[in-house]
Nanobody
Framework: VQLVESGGGLVQAGGSLRLSCVAS????????MGWYRQAPGKLRELVAT???????NYADSVKGRFTISRDNAKNTVYLQMNNLEPEDTAVYYC?????????WGQGTQVTVSS
């Protein structure tokens, strides 16, 4: 399984970005899909996840501002990020779980200026 993320960039505080992650290869039996982020000098942390049934989970720091969604027909997961804050600056990684294996994307940089 290969994951390709897109949509990162530089945005001012209060702005919006939409991240996309497309899975290719052996994509049957994909279960949860999610987004994680890692800021400089910090550990990678969960941002949001979505199950195959559509149940979502968010980090407290992004609740009400970020929305995760998925298109199973396109093997794609999205992260709509609104009202961005400088603290959201990080490399954002896509992750999918297929059977008992997790796959990670290469990451996309999100930078929020104050």
């Amino acid at each position: 399984v290969q994951l390709v993320e897109s949509g990162g960039g530089l945005v001012q505080a209060g702005g919006s970005l939409r991240l996309s992650c497309v899975a290719s290869g052996t994509t049957f039996s994909i279960n949860a899909m999610g987004w994680y982020r890692q800021a400089p000098g910090k550990l990678r942390e969960l941002v949001a996840t979505i199950t195959s049934g559509g149940s979502t989970n968010y980090a407290d720091s992004v609740k009400g501002r970020f929305t995760i969604s998925r298109d199973n027909a396109k093997n794609t997961v999205y992260l709509q990020m609104n009202n961005l804050e400088p603290e959201d600056t990080a490399v954002y990684y896509c992750r999918i779980d297929r059977s008992i294996v997790s796959y990670w994307g290469q990451g996309t940089q999100v930078t929020v200026s104050s």
